[in-house]
Antibody
Framework: EVQLVESGGGLVKPGESLRLSCAAS????????MSWVRQAPGKGLEWVGR??????????DYAAPVKGRCTISRDDSKNTLFLEMNSLKTEDTGVYYC????????WGPGTLVTVSS | QTVVTQEPSLTVSPGGALTLTCASS?????????PNWFQQKPGQAPRSLIY???QKHSWTPARFSGSLLGGKAALTLSGVLPEDEAKYYC?????????FGGGTMLTVL
């Protein structure tokens, strides 16, 4: 059974940094493309970015609102996906989901990030 | 800025059928946009239903189908059940980046 479990969310102040993790199991992680999707409270889904597998060049693409402030990475030896966010803004508040992206299929339960002073 | 547009809300009776659409501000949606459809119920993570326009996951109920219709991506529900009440999102590919639509709130009553 595919399982994705996000962690690392919490309350941070504007301008601070945060690193989210996603522990994956139940599938061959090193061949999977992976993505982060977020959802602000009461709002719709927003694609954050995607990382391809190492065999596909580990190419990373980001959404315009987070480009330059976010870094997606992966550790295939630990079946773990990461999202590092810097210079956090209040508008980054929301639930962050880890999603398999080849194709988009399995979602984690999400982790809540709150950016507030 | 690319905008993906969905109907804000739709209502259907149990047992009925309807089609949700997904349009792109850049023009007609084709298979190259790899349309995806997701269902989200309150308090839950989204669930993937359709990918690459019309491909179903092993868990996608048969009453859901995806297609390209009149320059838009479409999600058709047939034989709607009360449990299909949810918000539905489409996702389109724009050469590296993906963009979600604003979602369609489907009410079954």
């Amino acid at each position: 059974e595919v399982q994705l479990v996000e962690s690392g969310g919490g309350l941070v102040k504007p301008g601070e940094s945060l690193r989210l993790s996603c522990a994956a199991s139940g599938f061959i992680f090193n061949t999977a493309w992976m993505s982060w999707v977020r959802q602000a409270p009461g709002k719709g889904l927003e694609w954050v970015g995607r990382i391809k597998s190492k065999s596909d060049g580990e190419t990373i693409d980001y959404a315009a609102p987070v480009k330059g402030r976010c870094t997606i990475s992966r550790d295939d030896s630990k079946n773990t996906l990461f999202l590092e966010m810097n210079s956090l803004k209040t508008e980054d508040t929301g639930v962050y989901y880890c999603v398999t992206a080849s194709p988009y299929g399995h979602w984690g339960p999400g982790t809540l990030v709150t950016v507030s002073s | 800025q690319t905008v993906v547009t969905q109907e804000p809300s739709l209502t259907v009776s149990p047992g009925g059928a309807l089609t949700l659409t997904c349009a792109s501000s850049t023009g007609a949606v084709t298979s190259g946009y790899y349309p995806n459809w997701f269902q989200q119920k309150p308090g839950q993570a989204p669930r993937s239903l359709i990918y690459s326009s019309s491909q179903k996951h092993s868990w996608t109920p048969a009453r859901f189908s995806g297609s390209l219709l009149g320059g838009k991506a479409a999600l058709t529900l047939s034989g709607v059940l009360p449990e299909d009440e949810a918000k539905y999102y489409c996702l389109l590919y724009y050469g590296g980046a993906w963009v979600f639509g604003g979602g369609t709130m489907l009410t079954v009553l």
